[in-house]
């Protein structure tokens, strides 16, 4: 007679084992894919080590149509590398963050950004000086998540109004040190200094 602990069939006793356990192992997986459905972590915004939230700002009802309030947004400013050899062009990325807690909206398009590339007191390329169809875009930003653009190569030559169309001389470089600035609207980044060999 065949029982739990002693299989009766044409295959040896171990077989069965065998099947028992991965059977066995089969449903302890579905058991804990199962629970943690049920009680998988909420994936969340990152919070800043320094800032705690009182139980009205939790309870504050969000309302993601506002419009963002003054300081409450930050931008940054970034290029992929500090310093470039020659033939190298240059990446910018623009980031925006909520600094507030609740989520809200932001006209983050190109009507608003400006980026500017300087070198002392010489303004050597500037977004603005040739862009065409610019259009707005209102992001809700949530609160500490940010949103980035796609990197703008920059090619490493000078802007102007004048020279849209035709060909653009290429900036000073040979160890030349250069500032990103970037504006949305009244927004303003931080300064990023890089280098052009």
Same mark, same amino acid.
């Given at each position: 007679?065949?029982?739990?602990?002693?299989?009766?069939?044409?295959?040896?006793?171990?077989?069965? *084992?065998?099947?028992?356990?991965?059977?066995?192992?089969?449903?302890?997986?579905?058991?804990?894919?199962?629970?943690?459905?049920?009680?998988? #972590?909420?994936?969340?915004? #990152?919070?800043?080590?320094? $800032?705690?939230?009182?139980?009205?700002?939790?309870?504050? #009802?969000?309302?993601?149509?506002? $419009?963002?309030?003054?300081?409450?947004?930050?931008?940054?400013? $970034?290029? !992929?590398?500090?310093?470039?050899?020659?033939?190298?062009?240059?990446?910018?990325?623009?980031?925006?963050?909520?600094?507030?807690?609740? $989520?809200?909206?932001?006209?983050?398009?190109?009507?608003?950004?400006?980026?500017?590339?300087?070198?002392? !007191?010489?303004?050597? *390329?500037?977004?603005?000086?040739?862009?065409?169809?610019?259009?707005?875009?209102?992001?809700?930003?949530?609160?500490?998540?940010?949103?980035?653009?796609?990197?703008?190569? *920059?090619?490493?030559?000078?802007?102007?109004?004048?020279?849209?169309?035709?060909?653009?001389?290429?900036?000073?470089?040979?160890?030349?040190?250069?500032?990103?600035?970037?504006?949305?609207?009244?927004?303003?980044?931080?300064?990023?200094?890089?280098?052009?060999?």
């Amino acid at each position: 007679m065949s029982t739990f602990r002693n299989p009766v069939g044409p295959q040896p006793s171990s077989v069965y *084992w065998r099947r028992r356990i991965i059977v066995g192992l089969a449903l302890l997986a579905v058991i804990v894919i199962v629970l943690l459905i049920l009680f998988q #972590p909420r994936g969340g915004a #990152p919070t800043t080590p320094t $800032a705690t939230k009182t139980d009205t700002q939790t309870s504050a #009802p969000s309302n993601p149509d506002a $419009a963002c309030a003054a300081g409450a947004v930050e931008i940054t400013a $970034a290029t !992929d590398k500090s310093s470039y050899g020659p033939g190298e062009k240059p990446q910018i990325t623009l980031t925006v963050t909520n600094m507030g807690s609740v $989520a809200c909206t932001i006209n983050a398009g190109t009507t608003q950004q400006e980026y500017r590339i300087t070198s002392g !007191d010489e303004l050597y *390329w500037d977004s603005k000086d040739c862009q065409s169809a610019a259009t707005d875009a209102p992001v809700i930003l949530e609160p500490n998540v940010p949103k980035s653009t796609a990197p703008i190569v *920059w090619d490493r030559t000078r802007s102007s109004t004048t020279t849209c169309d035709s060909e653009r001389a290429q900036v000073p470089a040979g160890g030349a040190s250069y500032h990103l600035n970037i504006t949305l609207g009244t927004l303003k980044s931080n300064d990023v200094q890089f280098i052009l060999e």
